[in-house]
């Protein structure tokens, strides 16, 4: 069997790898870190489950769970608190509540949206006149602002989608592309013209309305890096895993040839599971065009932040899942999360457990900056924004340097374009969080593709 050659170890590349094995075809696997799982990171910290980078899969996309029930780790499986879900967005100063019935940044209840507080009546007004808009065809790609803009007003941007996606892509909803990280809303209005229509009308189509949903977002008892190391074990003896980094890959004879710090590894398929900026640098002497789209995929850097607390030193327990922190308020934090009430069983009785997000396009800085001064910085904001003075007993900092791929305006056509060049390379594939979607299940996905169209070639 021709070898293949797996770069990078994160959850992209470790779905293809798992796939291969599973399929019967063996791969070497190479990551330049000295652990794999790439940002899925857990730590248990006094009785507390840490999530480092990820802490969650949405549970609609089903390459997640596909893989896990694979894995059999389906009895672990536990979903966000929904009953009680509540999220919170800074206000003047103040923490409002999200208001009830939002899809995203769609409103689809009338009494929550008028009773809120997070945005004034002409905003509420120009929601209510959203029903009436016609159907609109749409040809070019244009950012989320635009587009929101244009349905709900610039405080709906400001207010909802400005700190939703921060929260997400640590990006700006000015620069990101409606269509790659809005795609559904783009359908619907094209198809309807309001969104709100258009989200009620397909939830009625679905035969949703009442029936209970399932919890928004899901992850394992153990945190995410329950399935990284199920992943890791079910490759043993199956796998080479080798700790280095790779530094180009060259055609060799109707193959590749990859160089190591040590030498060339010879390689008849390669799936580059890495981030595009890496994968910019070892594809120029592949195919220049690739190696120069990848490298103009931006990246945003992050910064997890958990912090503990004793509960007893809190006056009341902080309210709901946590909060955002809209641009226009912001100073450093972009979100803040309590994860013993987001998901159950994560931290015990007794603790609190802030998880604060920091960075993104605006502050990539702050990675830099030393840990007391982090430290002092997220706590004075969390105590200032969320209206308590504990002092943290316990805090963990973890820096995610260029990790997260920002789908900025005109991504479908960069996208279309490196997929076409890719395709026609043959025994070359991408895989990972800069192509299509960045969240879990769609790097899984891309993952799994990878492997099977592997597994074709070699059957
Ligand atoms: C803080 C944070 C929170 C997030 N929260 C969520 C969430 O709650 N839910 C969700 O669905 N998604 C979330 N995401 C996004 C999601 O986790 C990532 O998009 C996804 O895990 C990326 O996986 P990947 O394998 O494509 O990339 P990575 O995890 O970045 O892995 C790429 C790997 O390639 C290795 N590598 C790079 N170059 C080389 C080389 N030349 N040679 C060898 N190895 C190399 C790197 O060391 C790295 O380990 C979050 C991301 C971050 C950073």
Redesign the pocket.
């Known amino acids: 069997m021709p070898p293949v050659v797996i ?9 293809a790898a798992y796939y291969l094995a599973k399929g019967g075809v063996s791969a070497t696997l ?4 000295p652990r ?5 990171q857990t730590e248990h910290v006094e009785g507390c489950t840490i ?8 549970s609609i996309k089903p390459a ?1 769970l596909d893989l896990i029930r694979d894995l059999g780790l389906a009895g672990d499986v536990i979903g966000s608190n929904d009953r009680i879900r509540k999220t919170y967005v800074r206000r003047n100063g103040k923490l409002v509540a999200l208001p009830d019935g939002l899809m995203m940044m769609v409103p689809t209840k009338i009494m929550p949206l008028l009773t809120t507080g997070l945005i004034g009546w002409g905003t509420k007004l120009r929601m209510g006149l959203e029903l009436l808009r016609a159907p609109k065809p749409r040809d070019e790609d244009e950012s989320v602002a635009e587009f929101i803009d244009e349905h709900y007003g610039a405080e709906a941007v400001d207010y909802l989608a400005e700190p939703l996606l921060s929260g ?1 892509y ?1 990006g700006n909803p000015s620069h990101l592309s409606v269509r790659s990280v809005l795609p559904r809303f783009v359908e619907l209005s094209t198809r309807y013209g309001s969104l709100t229509r258009g989200v009620l009308a397909e939830r009625a189509k679905a035969g949703t309305k009442n029936a209970a949903p399932a919890p928004l ?1 899901q992850t394992l008892k153990g945190g995410l890096g329950q399935m990284v190391d199920a992943v890791t074990a079910s490759l043993q003896g199956k796998m080479e895993v080798r700790q ?4 180009c890959i060259e055609r060799a004879g109707t193959g590749f040839r990859i160089r190591m710090e040590d030498g060339w590894l010879e390689a008849a398929q390669v799936v580059v ?3 595009a900026h ?2 910019a ?2 594809l120029p002497a592949l195919d220049a065009r690739v190696a120069e789209l990848l490298g103009t995929v931006p990246y945003s850097s ?3 932040v958990a912090l503990g607390f004793d509960a007893a030193d809190f006056a009341r327990p902080p309210a709901g899942f946590g909060f955002l922190v809209p641009k226009k308020e912001r100073r450093r934090l972009i979100a803040c999360t309590w994860i013993g009430t987001k998901f159950p069983n994560r931290v015990p009785e007794g603790k609190i457990v802030a998880r604060c ?1 920091l960075g993104g396009m605006e502050d990539a800085g702050i990675l830099q900056e030393s840990d007391e001064a982090i430290l002092a910085a997220v706590t004075a904001e969390l105590h200032e924004i969320a209206g308590f003075h504990a002092v943290p007993r316990f805090s963990r900092i ?1 820096r ?1 340097p260029r ?3 920002q789908y900025t305006v005109g991504h479908p056509r960069r996208l279309a374009e490196l997929e076409s060049r890719a395709a026609a390379i043959p025994g070359l594939y991408l ?4 192509y299509q ?7 899984i996905r ?2 799994r593709a990878a492997a099977e169209k592997i597994l074709r070639m070699s059957a």
Do not use: K
């Not at 770069?7 to 779905?15: D, K, N, P, Y």
């Not at 190479?30 to 870190?33: A, W």
């Not at 794999?36 to 899925?40: H, K, N, Q």
């Open positions: 770069i990078g170890g994160g959850v992209s590349g470790l779905s190479i990551e330049s870190r794999l799982g790439g940002v899925i999530e480092a980078g990820p802490d969650s899969f949405l997640a997400i640590g977002f280095a980094r790779a530094q599971a890495c981030e890496s994968g640098l070892l992050s910064m997890t997000f973890f995610w990790s997260m791929a895989a990972g969080n800069a979607g960045i969240g879990i299940p769609d790097c891309m993952g």
